[in-house]
């Protein structure tokens, strides 16, 4: 019985491992400046992450195959045999093996935050350019709006109180009163110009969301109470799909946007025809 369950260990992890050696799935295109950096780490990750699973279960097969012994009088027992594992045969018994498992694993922990912290700080902690486009985004159930500020570069202040869905106030903008908010965009879909640095500012209206663009390898949560931002540049023309990842109700499923990377010219245009519109 323990060389059949050592066996079955061995088998499912070769048999996991195969697609993930054969390279069977294959991520959407890179798209943005930081993504290179964001793939190396994530295969960087699988190769460590996948080399440890399997030296791990191929020495947990190992252990059981070679010291577990069968019940010293199974046929007194009222019930079936089970396998045991003499703790004195594992080399420093238990607690060195307990030991020797969270040297391992902090050790993981660490190599892995060493190695990603290039590619995270690139995008957390380092300012956006002073050209950078910023544009809002705000996340409610169950859609993403986008804010663009005006010719006159300024956002508008918000006014929780004047948000109403019914007049399509989406971000509780009063250009009544607000000088600056006269000229702002807001739009159900997202477009940015190509080689550019966009700067988002992003808040949630009520639950937990997230901006998940997977040709930009963003992936960003909304946190209620918390204005968030994150900087990138895409680098090529096409539209994506934005997609929220984090189960925010009965809607959750239907909520996505629309990315629209154009060129200049293009963004331009979209622009005028955006304020067109408002």
């Not at 399997?54 to 019940?71: N, Y």
């Not at 007049?167 to 000229?183: E, S, V």
């Not at 090529?236 to 060129?263: F, P, R, T, W």
Request: proline letters at 6%; charged letters at 15%; one cysteine or more.
């Amino acid at each position: 019985m323990a060389k059949f369950f050592a066996t079955t260990i061995v088998v499912i992890m070769v048999l996991s491992a195969i697609p993930i050696i054969r390279n069977t799935w294959h991520p959407l295109p890179n798209i943005s400046a930081h993504g290179q950096a964001i793939d190396d780490e994530m295969w960087g990750t699988m190769i460590e992450a996948g080399i440890s699973l399997l030296a791990s279960q191929f020495i947990l097969a190992w252990f059981i195959w070679k010291f577990s012994v069968p019940p010293a009088s199974s046929a007194k027992l009222d019930k079936a045999p089970t396998l045991v594992i003499e703790a004195k045969s594992f080399p420093g018994g238990a607690t060195g093996l307990v030991i020797a498992a969270i040297i391992l694993v902090g050790m993981e922990v660490l190599a892995l935050g060493i190695f990603g912290i290039k590619s995270w700080a690139s995008m957390y902690f380092t300012q956006p350019g002073a050209d950078a486009l910023p544009v809002q985004v705000q996340a409610g159930q169950f859609a993403f709006y986008f804010r663009y500020a005006g010719p006159d570069g300024k956002f508008g202040p918000l006014h929780p109180d004047l948000i109403s869905e019914s007049n399509q106030n989406f971000f509780g903008l009063d250009p009544t009163h607000d000088q600056d908010a006269k000229d702002d965009l807001v739009t159900a879909s997202m477009a940015i110009p190509v080689n550019r640095e966009i700067r988002l500012l992003m808040h949630s209206k009520d639950v937990s969301h997230s901006f998940y663009v997977p040709a930009l390898r963003i992936h960003q949560d909304f946190v209620p109470g918390l204005d968030l931002q994150l900087h990138f540049t895409a680098t090529k023309i096409g539209k994506y799909e934005i997609v929220c990842s984090q189960l925010c109700g009965l809607g959750h499923y239907n909520m996505k946007a629309y990315l629209d990377v154009m060129s200049a010219d293009d963004f331009d245009k979209w622009l005028k025809q955006q304020a067109a519109l408002q």
